[in-house]
């Protein structure tokens, strides 16, 4: 675990969706082209990157398993400035669930937490839950919460209704009905077009309300994962905020931690098995 | 009830989300400026053409109350070849919710079934379910299902995984799953992407299993309006069918009408009431 300093850093809005087969190279090189002498440097990835549609198909292992279990797959014919690598995802067969990225940021948790069995909440896009014990990704689930909440509120008929502020009390209330009664998220989220139609009500109102209805109803899903467990969230940290009240209002006692953090400790570990392959 | 034969139809794609306040007429006119004398003649609408950004905005009518409760109200400013009429929607106050359209349908429904107490579902990319009761709408709900089906189908991730097809089987099966455990719905969705990348499920058992996870959650939200009430629903065939054949598994008796006749009737249920006020 040496080289911890970070030197520099540089980030693309490139994702796997816009970009190519043939294109991961020159967008990796828009940004690090300059870093670059003539002897190979190692370049670890982890993410999308390693899906079928990214750069190179890392395949999925199977839990249980550490989160990273194997060494990362060598990117063929690279740059001979370069030597790339990519972090296999997670696979559960039954129920079927993949993960990709997310055990390179458990991995780095877990380096700086010895011997933590518990729970992990990696909200995003597809917000992740996974079980940990001995040193191994158990079992996890996966919820489409952030994508819905996108496409909600910015594709539906919610989006003339949904705004950018916020309400800690709307969000708490709509939480604990989702959680309460989950079979009437259906329900609740038209009333809140209607309650804007027929009130006026705020829009930074109706936002959080609409959040707290789709977490709410991931809490309710999720419950055997939280209730009781030694819980860490990982992610972004206005998101892992929102999700931590929520937990806390359940009188779960949750702990955060930082998403780049974990990831860049999580890609030293990888790197640190291709040296031993190597 | 006279004038009932229809001469002959017409229909537009364009609606109200792609019609601007003045654009209204010129629309219409596309349709049926060849259908005109120089008489003036009447032009009856219902739907979204009554709201606030619609031709002309006519207030709700506030349950408990008949379906289609006062005159239609006349858009001013027309043309003098015609004059035109547009049914208010409903408004519910607790829990919020609002109608334009359907409120004709039920009027035209009631209109052939006379007494007839019970529910009325009306599927569509906002489903409604209505409590009807001595010939008034005593409550109803709307859900968002089939906007709900249409982005995550058509817009998330689940894109790359849902086809054509369609399979009973699998239908059936998500729904009564959905039904029995709906706190699991935010589970299911992601699993069905999981299940295309894992073992290339179907697209289109995939996509009958996403319409039956949704439609599900929407029947767990509903069962106190279903259960052993007297259930009609108004739609189009194919989404109608799918409709009853759900709540059929659950046991309920389902009688299905025609959307279109519904609504020619109900439009001339309020031709009559304009007839009355002219």
Redesign the interface.
């Known amino acids: 675990m040496q080289d911890q300093k970070v030197l520099d850093h540089a980030q693309s809005h490139k994702g796997m969706v816009r970009v190519g087969k043939d294109e991961f190279q020159p967008a990796l090189f828009e940004l690090i082209e300059g870093w670059l002498g003539t002897a190979p440097i190692d370049v670890v990835a982890c993410g999308m990157v390693g899906a079928r549609q990214g750069w190179v198909e890392a395949p999925?292992s199977a839990v249980p398993c550490e989160p990273i279990p194997v060494a990362p797959f060598r990117v063929p014919n690279t740059d001979t400035r370069i030597r790339a690598f990519v972090v296999p995802g997670l696979?559960?067969?039954a129920?079927?669930?993949?993960m990709r990225g997310e055990e390179t940021q458990i991995s780095g948790f877990l380096a700086t937490h010895q011997n933590w069995d518990g729970v992990i909440c990696l909200p995003g896009t597809?917000t992740k839950w996974v079980q940990v014990s001995a040193g191994e990704v158990v079992s996890f689930?996966?919820?489409?919460?952030g994508?819905?909440f996108d496409?909600?509120g910015g594709?539906?008929?919610?989006k003339h209704s949904v705004g950018e502020g916020w309400d800690d009390a709307a969000f708490a209330e709509a939480t604990a009905d989702a959680l309460s009664k989950?079979?009437?998220?259906?329900?609740r989220?038209?009333?809140l077009?209607?309650?804007d139609?027929?009130?006026g009500q705020d829009s930074g109102i109706t936002r959080a309300r609409l959040s707290g209805f789709?977490i709410g109803?991931?809490l309710?899903?999720?419950?055997p994962y939280w209730l009781g467990q030694q819980l860490a969230i990982i992610g972004a940290e206005n998101l892992s905020e929102i999700y931590a009240k929520a937990l806390q209002q359940q009188g779960a006692f949750v702990e955060t931690a930082n998403s780049t953090q974990c990831t860049l400790t999580g890609l030293l570990q990888a790197r640190n098995l291709t040296r031993q392959t190597a």
């Open positions: 999925y696979k559960q067969t129920p079927p669930d993949v597809h689930r996966t919820f489409m919460t994508e819905m496409l909600l594709q539906s008929v919610l989950p079979e009437q998220l259906a329900a989220l038209f009333g077009r209607a309650a139609l027929l009130r789709l109803a991931e309710a899903a999720t419950r």
